[in-house]
């Protein structure tokens, strides 16, 4: 479909252990759609398939069986790869592996040099991106001497560069502190927004996941529930057998009613939570 940034029909992936001869089944005939311009959260704990699906995304991995289309490409015809890993940009967890140049606005060069973009526009590019990301006034900086959350935007930037359309973050705020996870929620959110990029992050913190237009919950390599914050995070039960929390006020609207207090079962922030606890008789 047009419509679609990324199409994956029944795609399974088996992960090989050669010493003893066997296979698990990290992606089991997941079939998903993300619209061109969605905000989609993939949630799972450790080992669930999260991060597997989120490369072949991006056509670090193909599958063993199924397909991955990325904007009409599909990622199993080699020759595709390039043009896929263009549209689909990948952030990862930790920045210090992204970062390959000692100035930041080299590093963020480094990208569309390897395209072979003319000069010119790859100094628009990067102003441009850096921009983006509020790292500007950082451009002739040493990457190695900024903070976490620094480091992971100018990763971002350098992604930008690429003008891709759809970017995974696959777990890109696993290793910050509070305030550098915030920057990087709020840079997401805009280039969403703003930009109009399509964004898939994988994350391990629900508080993230509450501004999604979908979530999806992936668990033993299925996706088991699928749809609107409020929906999946309604669901307090079947994400606590699988080992996920649910955000803060959606966990206090669940003990609430256990109670027999009649609140909103599908409560997502403080302010809800206010607002609802204020109108009890």
């Known amino acids: 479909m047009e419509n679609n940034m990324v199409e994956c029909r029944n795609v399974t992936y088996k992960y090989e252990n050669a010493e003893e001869n066997t296979f698990s089944l990290a992606l089991d005939n997941i079939s998903i759609d993300i619209k061109k311009g969605e905000f989609i959260v993939i949630l799972g704990r450790n080992g669930s398939g999260k991060s597997t699906l989120a490369k072949h995304i991006n056509a670090l991995m193909v599958p063993f069986s199924g397909k991955v289309i990325v904007d009409g490409l599909d990622t199993s015809d080699e020759k595709n790869i390039w043009n896929v890993r263009n549209k689909a940009g990948m952030v990862f967890q930790n920045p210090d592996n992204q970062l390959v140049a000692t100035i930041v606005e080299e590093d963020v060069a480094f990208g569309p040099e390897n395209l072979g973009v003319e000069p010119k526009e790859i100094r628009t590019r990067v102003d441009e991106a850096l921009k983006r990301v509020g790292m500007y006034k950082y451009r002739k900086h040493a990457p190695h001497l900024l903070s976490g959350g620094q480091k992971q935007r100018v990763a971002i930037a350098g992604t930008l560069a690429m003008k ?70 309604k669901e307090v039960e079947t994400m606590k057998k699988i080992g996920l929390d649910v955000p803060q006020m959606t966990e206090l609207a669940y003990e609430l009613r256990k109670e027999g207090i009649d609140v909103k079962d599908d409560i997502l922030s403080i302010d809800e939570m206010v607002n609802e606890l204020c109108q009890l008789k």
């Open 164 to 233: 891709p359309q759809c970017i995974i973050f696959d777990e890109s705020t696993a290793m910050l502190d509070p305030s550098g996870r915030k920057e990087i929620i709020k840079t997401i959110k805009d280039l969403n927004e703003n930009a109009k990029i399509t964004i898939v992050l994988i994350t391990h913190y629900m508080e993230e996941a509450i501004d999604a237009d979908r979530i999806m919950v992936i668990d033993n390599g299925k996706i088991i529930i699928e749809g609107s914050p409020r929906k999946v995070f």
